[in-house]
Structure formats: structure tokens, C-alpha cells
């Protein structure tokens, strides 16, 4: 493992040109050359008034990106994309908790990593972002997966129990609004008129009281319970406060359990991750969401593209939290991360989430196993993320 010394965090997205006389361009998509292993060279730039930078090239392409965590010069050469580096054979127990939402990636990534290491056996739970965060902060974990960044009350609760971790974006999803095939009256919704349905306070109980002349009818409302990073998302996000919601509705952490409430009920409105939608796309429709806050804004539905480049209101970062205490002794769970972010591509589209960029996931996956763990939420472009819910 190369040695690093943290120097401390830059500006994001600094214009380095106007410090070593080039600028940083966003990266270009494609794969390295020949299918080589990309040599990563980490360059520490002094900037004005104390301020450092670093810049991440790869060698191979040309192409620069970026990290905020400055170090001495590195330079390290990664395996070719979708392989890992050979290894004495791995063997041991690794314990992830967390969001419904996350699990079918990592569930994926587990199955085959677990056929790679057969001695390492990998177990994933789904007890919602909250409720994998309260089993992380105090160690039982060594990972969380998450639909939310950690809350400044988690990461307190975490440093109190001596906890340090590991944040790894790992996909973007859209949330979506569905709602029974029957229905057939809900072209699209407001953010506005979410709010009005899902605020504490509700007086929206029938149809007919979100717009005159829809059917007179119940609404039969299903979404994540309080425990859920969907929920956190969802309540910032649309109600305007983290964890504000009405209470009168059919909750559960399991996204399959709310599709199969709104497939049954013709009156019905739901929400959750957009991966639990195309299966059932047959047995429900996903409505178009508009934020009316924007002027002249459109309704938008939920696609890679949107999701991507945030036009979809309800589109979010995800991640998986690592122990770092775990992840400096345990070289199968170091392996496994690795492992994660370096096929996180594939992996993500096998799930129906949608990527980020493909240079995010090899420049990573070379940082981690360089043994830099900070900083990868800016790598991964999330400042110019829009309503990418509660940090």
C-alpha cells in the first residue's frame, strides 16, 4: 500500500488553470486503451492564499479529474477495468446493514464476489439507511448501505463511539411516484402537490381534494417507513423538513411490499427507488413529476438520462458507508470495496440504477487501493448535484 500524508481539503472544482497555467476539463467517457491498467498520478498544486489542490490524471488517456484530498505526490497503476489485483486467498466474514434501496447492488456485488472468495461469506440485511446507521455507528457493522449522506446526528453519535468511516458513492437513483394501472386520471404531479398530500398537517384525503374533478375517492397512500434513507430523501426533499411526514399511511422498509399494496389498490399513491419499478411495470405506472418552483419547468419522468443529469425532481446520490477501523484490519473487506466500486458499472446497470460517470468508478477503485479513502463524494461530481437530499 503507498504511503499518503493528508495534507487537508480543497475548494471543490477549483479552476486549477489559473494556478498551473491548464484547466481541468470535465472527464470524457470511454475506457482505457488497449484495456491496460491506467496508471493514476496524484499531483499537490499550492494555490493562493493557502489553498491546496490536487489533480488526478490518468496516464493513459490524458484525462484529469478530481479529488478535494490533497497529498504528497503519488502515483499509482490500476488493474485493468472489472479485475482486481491478485491476492492470497481471502478468507473471513463481512456484515452489511441498510437501505432497501442499496441492497439490490450490493446484494449483486456480494453473490459475486462470494463466487471469486468462496471462503468469505457476506451477509446483507435491510433495515433502512436509519436503522443500518444505528447499528453502524456503534460497530456491529462493517458496512451501511445508504440512500442519504450520514446525518450530522449519526456522524456525532459515530465519533462518540470512536467510529470512523468511509463515504463511497456508488449510484444515482431516481425516486419514483407510482400509481395503480387502473388509474387513470394522474397525468403528472407537482412537487407542490406532494407536499400537499404528504405534509404533517395533510387536509388532502380523496382525490378530489389535490384537483377538482378527479374521483371522489380515498387515497390509499404507501411509502418507506421513518427508518428509511428513501423517507429522509423523500420528506426533505418534497415536505420541505427531514422526517415531516403524515403518519396515516401503509409504511414498510421492504420496497416489494409497497409495490404489491399499489398494484392491489386502485386508489393507491406510493413512493420508492426507482429499481423496484421496471419489474412491476405491468402492475403499476410510475407518474411524471414536475417542480413547479422552476419557471416554465415540464414534467418529468424518471429515465438514465434525466436521472443523470438531476432534470428528474426526485434523483439522489447513494452510497455505501465503510467502517474504517474494519477496513484497515480486514484485507477480504478492503478487497470487497475495491471490488465494488471497480465493476460498480456494471453492477448498477444490472440493478436498472443508473451509473455515474464510468471514470468516477476506475478512479476510485485506484484511490482506495492506493489507501485513500476521502474524498470521493466530490470525485463523483456531487457539488453539482441538485436536491441531493439531507448532508
Not at 440512500?147 to 463511539?161: G, Q
Request: proline share 6%; charged share 20%.
Amino acid at each position: 500500500m503507498v504511503n499518503t500524508r493528508i495534507i487537508g481539503l480543497s475548494i471543490a472544482f477549483l479552476v486549477i488553470g489559473l494556478v498551473v497555467g491548464y484547466v481541468v476539463l470535465p472527464p470524457i467517457a470511454g475506457t482505457t486503451a488497449g484495456g491496460q491498467g491506467a496508471t493514476i498520478t496524484i499531483t499537490r498544486t499550492v494555490g493562493g492564499e493557502g489553498v491546496n489542490t490536487i489533480t488526478v490524471t490518468e496516464t493513459a488517456r490524458g484525462d484529469v479529474l478530481r479529488t478535494p484530498t490533497v497529498t504528497e505526490g503519488v502515483t499509482v497503476t490500476s488493474p485493468p477495468p472489472g479485475q482486481t489485483q491478485t491476492r492470497t486467498e481471502l478468507a473471513g466474514e463481512i456484515e452489511i446493514d441498510g437501505s432497501s434501496t442499496v441492497y439490490p447492488i450490493t446484494e449483486a456485488v456480494a453473490e459475486a464476489f462470494m463466487k471469486l472468495h468462496p471462503k468469505v461469506k457476506i451477509s446483507v440485511g435491510i433495515s433502512g439507511t436509519g436503522g443500518g446507521f444505528k447499528r453502524f455507528v456503534v460497530g456491529e457493522t462493517d458496512i451501511n448501505d445508504a440512500s442519504r449522506p450520514i446525518l450530522k446526528s449519526e456522524a456525532d453519535a459515530a465519533a462518540s463511539n470512536g467510529i470512523a468511516w468511509i463515504e463511497v458513492p456508488v449510484a444515482i437513483d431516481g425516486l419514483v411516484v407510482v400509481v395503480n394501472r387502473a388509474n387513470d386520471w394522474v397525468d403528472c404531479l407537482t412537487i407542490s402537490e406532494l407536499r400537499s398530500i404528504w405534509a404533517p398537517n395533510s387536509t388532502v384525503f380523496r382525490w378530489s381534494d389535490i384537483r377538482p374533478g378527479w374521483p371522489s375517492q380515498p387515497i390509499l397512500l404507501y411509502g418507506p417507513g421513518p427508518d428509511s434513507g428513501t423517507f429522509d430523501y423523500f420528506t426533505e426533499r418534497v415536505v420541505g423538513k427531514l422526517k415531516a411526514s403524515r403518519t396515516d399511511y401503509v409504511a414498510s422498509e421492504d420496497d416489494n411490499v409497497l409495490v404489491a399494496g399499489v398494484e392491489a389498490e386502485r386508489y393507491a399513491l406510493g413512493y420508492f427507488g426507482y429499481a423496484y419499478y421496471p419489474s412491476a411495470a405491468d402492475k403499476i405506472r410510475v407518474i411524471p413529476i414536475r417542480d413547479d418552483k422552476i419557471p416554465n419547468s415540464q414534467c418529468i419522468t424518471p429515465t438514465d438520462e434525466t436521472v443523470r443529469t438531476y432534470q428528474y425532481p426526485l434523483s439522489r446520490p447513494l452510497f455505501i458507508y465503510v467502517n474504517k477501523k474494519f477496513w484497515d484490519e480486514k484485507e477480504w473487506l478492503r478487497e470487497f470495496v475495491i471490488f465494488y466500486v471497480e465493476n460498480g458499472e456494471s453492477f448498477v446497470r444490472q440493478v436498472s440504477y443508473t451509473p455515474l460517470l464510468s471514470e468516477y468508478y476506475r478512479a476510485a477503485a485506484t484511490l482506495l487501493r492506493a489507501g485513500i479513502t476521502d474524498g470521493l463524494y466530490t470525485l463523483s461530481a456531487a457539488p453539482i448535484w441538485r436536491n441531493a437530499g439531507p448532508r
